[in-house]
């Protein structure tokens, strides 16, 4: 079975600053998806960023950017020019042949003024 | 409608009754997805539709549970003869194709007392 492992429970960074979140993963499968989700206090799962495994360039949305290493099974996000409002629980999760994401556990960050 | 919408917000029940969870998924969106979220941890997978039909109900912990969707797009889970360890955050997401993304609810938080 496949799983995801977020070993950093909690982070800070200062706003305007740069933070990098770990995750990695195990399967078997060659084709599979990754995301970044984000839940803040309201619970809604916000998605920040996907990458399809078979795709070698990293995925970037505005100030979130991923460095996707596929043999190393390794799929971090970098925040750039942290903001107070990025400040959530932030959720690793992967899907693959099967219907179902498999999160990890979850990290909470913070954003210091 | 613009987002996935779930009823009720919070629900407070006693041990051992009946409790119905509804999700409105986004229209047109064909898969809809339950899952279940305990304190401090990631989402996991309860059921999968795909239409009318449960695709994948390999998530649900026993037969205390049971979900529907019957005509593919409103769904209900339901969950018989409540216990405590039953209190949790159970999110809905909808999907019209996965590279998308998923979109999730704002969930509903049970707790049985």
């Known amino acids: 079975a496949q799983t995801v492992t977020q070993s950093q429970p909690e982070m800070s960074v200062q706003e305007a600053e740069t933070v990098t979140l770990s995750c990695t993963y195990d399967?078997?499968?060659?084709?599979?998806?990754l995301f970044w989700y984000k839940q803040p206090p309201s619970r809604q799962m916000i998605l920040v960023i996907r990458q399809e495994a078979y795709k070698q360039q990293n995925a970037t949305e505005n100030r979130f950017s991923v460095n996707f290493q596929k043999a190393a099974k390794s799929f971090s996000l970098k925040i750039s020019d942290s903001q107070l409002g990025d400040a959530a629980m932030y959720f690793c999760a992967y899907k693959g042949g099967s219907e179902k994401l498999v999160f990890g556990k979850g990290m909470k960050l913070t954003v210091n003024p | 409608g613009a987002g996935v919408s779930q009823t009720p917000s919070n629900k407070v029940t006693e041990k051992g009754k009946y409790v119905e969870l509804r999700c409105d998924p986004i229209s047109g969106h064909t898969a809809l997805y339950w899952y279940r979220q305990s304190l401090g941890q990631g989402p996991e997978f309860l059921i999968y539709f795909q239409g009318t039909g449960a695709a994948d109900d390999s998530g649900l912990p026993n037969d205390r549970f049971f979900a529907v969707r019957p005509e593919g797009s409103v769904s209900t889970l339901k969950i018989q003869r409540t216990e405590r360890g039953d209190s949790a955050v159970y999110l809905c997401a909808s999907t019209d194709w996965v590279g998308s993304g998923y979109t999730f609810g704002s969930g509903t938080r049970l707790t049985v007392v």
């Open positions: 399967t078997s499968e060659s084709d599979y998806y």
